[in-house]
C-alpha cells in the first residue's frame, strides 16, 4: 500500500504564490506517475500535473505557465509550485500515485483558496 500525505494549502491573494508537498510512504517502488488533482464545489475532480519517474511531465491548459510539479526522488515527495494564482484555482489540491495503470492512493486532499 502507497499512503500520501498533503501539506502547504492556505489563502493567498490573486497573483501570488504557494508551494504544495506531497510525501508518500509504503509501497513507493511500485509507483511509477505522481501527480495533482483538484475538485471545487459542485464540480469534478480534475487533473493539474503530472510527473513520471523519468520526469516527463503533463499540465492542464489552464495552469500551464503557472504551476510546476516536481519530485524530490531522495525524500519520496512531489511537489506543486503555483504562481500568479486567481480565484478559480481555489479548489481542494489532492495528490496521487499510481503504477502507470492503476491509481494506487490519494492524500487526503488540503485547501487551497485565492481571494482577497
Known amino acids: 500500500q502507497v499512503q500520501l500525505v498533503e501539506s502547504g494549502g492556505g489563502l493567498v491573494q490573486p497573483g501570488g504564490s504557494l508551494r504544495l508537498s506531497c510525501a508518500a510512504s509504503?509501497?513507493?517502488?511500485?509507483?511509477?506517475?505522481m501527480g495533482w488533482h483538484r475538485q471545487s464545489p459542485g464540480k469534478a475532480r480534475e487533473l493539474v500535473a503530472t510527473?513520471?519517474?523519468?520526469?516527463?511531465?503533463n499540465y492542464a491548459d489552464s495552469v500551464k505557465g503557472r504551476f510546476t510539479i516536481s519530485r524530490d526522488y531522495s525524500k519520496n515527495t512531489v511537489s506543486l509550485q503555483m504562481n500568479s494564482l486567481k480565484p478559480e484555482d481555489t479548489a481542494v489540491y489532492y495528490c496521487?500515485?499510481?503504477?502507470?495503470?492503476?491509481?494506487?492512493?490519494w492524500g487526503q486532499g488540503t485547501q487551497v483558496t485565492v481571494s482577497s
Open positions: 509504503g509501497s513507493i517502488a511500485s509507483i511509477y506517475v
Open positions: 496521487d500515485a499510481s503504477d502507470g495503470r492503476i491509481r494506487l492512493s
Open positions: 510527473i513520471t519517474n523519468g520526469g516527463r511531465t
